[in-house]
């Protein structure tokens, strides 16, 4: 009996990952300096974020990512290679130029269906790219070649 309850013990602690390595072999981010980024990460920041002061540059171990904070509250993310992932402005418009790093029908769409809109955040994925509108909160989903796919409101 006593064997049995050794081997329950063992298996619970298995399946819930609670053992004594937990936490010791914890792949962790890691603040680095801007000159530590990929070239393609520092040439958009110099090119769209000019005069900006960047306030940390983090690189993900975990999934060997980049996560950039640069004053006016825009954060930003990049792949192992320099291309960004994600850029957002928490509740801020983008700025124009900005959103002219997507395919151009993808801007086309956004003139003629949501004249004015003002983008928030903009996610490039595997397959497609996600805009979030400031107001009303509106996400769109595009393909990559720019097509529109659908849109979610919250």
């Known amino acids: 009996m006593k064997n049995y309850l050794y ?18 072999n914890k792949t962790t981010n890691r603040k680095i300096s801007l000159s530590e980024l990929p070239q393609s990460a520092r040439q958009l920041l110099q090119t769209y974020f000019p005069g900006a002061r960047v306030l940390q540059c983090v690189h993900s171990r975990t999934w060997d990512e ?33 959103v002219k790093l ?12 949501y ?25 769109l989903y595009f393909s990559k070649v720019g097509e529109f796919v659908k849109a979610r409101n919250d």
């Open 66 to 98: 980049y996560g950039v904070k640069v004053s006016g509250g825009y954060d930003l993310e990049f792949d192992r290679k320099g291309r960004w992932e994600e850029i957002d402005s928490h509740d801020n418009p983008l700025a124009p130029e900005l």
């Open 115 to 139: 004249p004015g809109a003002k983008v928030e955040s903009m996610e490039q994925r595997k397959n497609l790219y996600k805009l979030t509108l400031v107001h009303p909160e509106t996400h």
């Open 102 to 113: 997507l395919p151009a029908p993808v801007g086309e769409y956004l003139e003629q269906h």
């Open 7 to 24: 081997l329950i013990v063992l298996f619970t602690t298995i399946a819930l990952g609670i053992g004594p390595s937990r936490g010791e």
